[in-house]
């Protein structure tokens, strides 16, 4: 076959996947929106494909021709908030040995927390992502302040967060589960908390109802039944699942990659390995969502500007004195703010001379404070 006839062979099979692109890729979370950011790279010759998994430069994508692997070459920019990730749409090369994905179309929302390299980089576990779902191990007691962490992230990813409280066949006591819930509420403003069970089916109906329309991400730290979550809404076993250690109830590593799967019921879902670390990244947005009854106290503050820490006439720190807002809370939100302060801090001029301003500020009213202890006198 002569080349040009191989060029107009190559066409037709790009025109006719891109003619069937709303059907073929309509189940991965392809619609009217995508196809219109599309279309400047369908006038292009190249294909829609959604990335279904990243691994060492390269990544597995579906398209309207089905599966294909690309490489990810042309892709690798110098800010790591843009590379190819799992759940990103792309523009793919139709053909080829090898193929190259040649862009990303830009994402509605993406889930980032940060890395623990000391070049304070961020890194995007799933993109375009609807639903935030952070699983909760009732086999152990809960962390309100992780939650509150993962909330963070999820608020500020643009994503809608849900936390389901996995194992809840470990607590028969209804009562018991029922304060446990009211406690994950008590922190997750905005947020459903689910009890489920896989062993058991308590809620999975629920779960399956909410991750049936647009995608999904599992979020947790290892051993908190992602993995058997995923077998369950898949219906079989598709994701490899070990038990956790009876002494702690961490797990292994069952996931090693972020993997989108198509749900028997509609819907996408994105399994994630579990994470140790969950740092933040320019997450305020998102700590105030979390926390927003501590925003609505803080309208009542004398000082606009109240750090909520020792100024007069404190609303929030009053709140904390009458009972009606918990220390642990408080002594959350200031931890998670100060954190995600650092973390801008890094790439920030502004924010460094900021914090460099009240870290001065607080010196000299502390030696203020002690030359007054002491009347005055030096030492």
């Known amino acids: 076959m002569s080349s040009s006839s191989s060029r107009q062979a190559s066409s037709r099979r790009v025109s006719s996947a891109q003619a069937s692109a709303s ?20 006038r292009q010759g190249l294909l829609p494909g959604r990335v279904l998994r990243v691994d060492r430069g390269q990544c597995d994508l579906v398209t309207p021709l089905g599966t294909v692997r690309a490489d990810t070459e042309f892709v690798v920019p110098r800010d790591p908030m843009k590379v190819v990730c799992t759940g990103d749409w792309a523009a793919v090369d139709p053909d080829g040995d090898p193929r190259y994905v040649r862009t990303l179309l830009p994402r509605r929302t993406a889930f980032t927390r940060s890395t623990s390299s000391k070049r304070s980089e961020g890194q995007i576990l799933a993109a375009n992502v609807d639903h935030a779902i952070i699983t909760v191990s009732l086999a152990l007691e809960v962390d309100l302040g992780r939650v509150e962490r993962f909330l963070a992230l999820a608020w500020e990813s643009g994503a809608q967060p849900l936390v389901v409280l996995s194992k809840a066949d470990l607590v028969p006591d209804p009562l018991g589960l029922s304060y446990l819930v009211e406690d994950v509420e008590s922190v997750a403003p905005g947020a459903q908390v689910l009890p489920v069970s896989a062993a058991t089916g308590e809620g999975v109906e629920v779960l399956a109802a909410i991750v049936g329309g647009g995608t999904s991400v599992l979020l947790g730290a290892s051993g908190a039944g992602k993995s058997t979550l995923a077998n369950t809404l898949l219906g079989e076993d598709v994701m490899t699942v070990q038990a956790a250690r009876d002494v702690d109830g961490k797990g292994r590593h069952t996931t090693t990659t972020r993997n989108l799967l198509v749900l028997p019921g509609g819907g996408v879902l994105i399994d994630t390995p579990g994470l140790r670390g969950v740092g933040l990244w320019d ?30 006439g404190c609303a929030v720190r009053a709140a904390t004195e009458d009972g009606s807002l918990s220390v642990r809370r408080l ?33 000299a009213a502390g030696r203020a404070a002690l030359e007054a202890k002491r009347g005055g006198r030096g030492r």
Request: hydrophobic share 40%.
């Open 23 to 42: 059907h073929a890729l309509a189940p991965y979370g392809w619609d009217e929106n995508w196809a219109a950011a599309f279309a400047p790279y369908a």
């Open 283 to 312: 997450a305020e947005t998102g700590v105030g969502q979390v926390f927003a009854e501590i925003q609505e106290l803080a309208a009542d503050c004398r000082f606009h500007d109240c750090a909520h820490e020792a100024e007069p």
């Open 331 to 363: 002594e959350s939100y200031h931890k998670l703010l100060r954190e995600n302060q650092r973390i801008v801090a890094k790439t920030d001029a502004r924010v460094r001379a900021e914090i460099l301003k009240d870290w001065k500020r607080k010196s």
